[in-house]
């Protein structure tokens, strides 16, 4: 059974861009989730998809954003790309739509996008 | 706002001894807990949980203790192996999944 796959590997931008990055959830999972890890600060935690729907964003700027499809694959976008994005850009899949004491989901991730602005 | 965190960004113990990694949470909403390991160029992999309403889960090597009062839980490893190396994401979650800043573990043999 494949994993989360996530493209591309690698990305090269400049300031102002934009930035477009891809995800598919391992085969029968509806949430996605995307994570940012920049240097020193760990997972951020940026969007949370399930069903289609945007459940929950993180403290980040409105030029972060993103949707999810159809088929449960996702995409993040980035606008006006500033040099602090440069970071791991992470996305895991799990298989319910909460991960609580409930479901005792768990999250799947991907290797990640790493995304360089300069 | 860092609702989870780690403060220790690295740990390094002798190989055959215990290691034991430390999280602490702000949002006692958070219901249910996870370890994940990262090693450099792959996603991180899950662990170990524990629920909310347990104080201790063990798996082979690694357990995981949680004291809701103190909102603070940690991992043990024991015997620590070279194999372990990696960084260890502490997660905390409710709805989404809150993660803390890791802390990378060296085990030397």
């Known amino acids: 059974e494949a994993g989360v796959t996530q493209s591309p590997t690698h990305l090269i931008k400049t300031r102002g861009q934009q930035a477009t990055l891809r995800c598919s959830p391992i085969?029968?999972?509806?949430?996605v989730y995307w994570y940012q890890q920049a240097l020193g600060l760990g997972l951020q935690f940026l969007l949370w998809?399930?069903?289609?729907?945007?459940?929950n964003r993180g403290n980040f700027p409105p030029r972060f954003s993103g949707r999810q499809f159809p088929n449960y694959s996702s995409e993040l976008n980035v606008n006006a790309l500033e040099l602090e994005d440069s970071a791991l850009y992470l996305c895991?899949?799990?298989?319910?739509?909460?991960?609580?004491?409930?479901?005792?989901?768990?999250?799947?991730f991907g290797s990640g996008t790493q995304l360089s602005v300069l | 706002d860092q609702q989870v965190k780690q403060n220790s960004p690295s740990l390094s113990v002798q190989e055959g001894r215990i290691s034991i990694l430390n999280c602490d949470y702000t949002?006692?909403?958070?219901?249910?807990f996870l370890w994940y390991k990262k090693y450099p160029a792959e996603g991180p992999t899950f662990l170990i949980s524990?629920?909310?309403?347990?104080d201790k889960n063990e798996d082979g090597r690694f357990t995981v203790f949680l004291n809701k009062s103190a909102k603070h839980l940690s991992l043990h490893i024991v015997p620590s192996q070279p194999g372990d190396s990696a960084v260890y994401f502490c997660?905390?979650?409710?709805?989404?999944?809150?993660f803390g800043a890791g802390t990378r573990l060296t085990v030397k043999p």
């Open positions: 998809y399930d069903e289609g729907e945007e459940r």
């Open positions: 997660a905390a979650s409710y709805n989404d999944m809150r």
């Open positions: 895991a899949s799990s298989l319910a739509g909460t991960a609580d004491s409930a479901t005792n989901e768990k999250l799947f």
């Open positions: 085969s029968g999972h509806t949430s």
């Open positions: 949002n006692s909403m958070f219901d249910y």
């Open positions: 524990i629920s909310s309403i347990k």
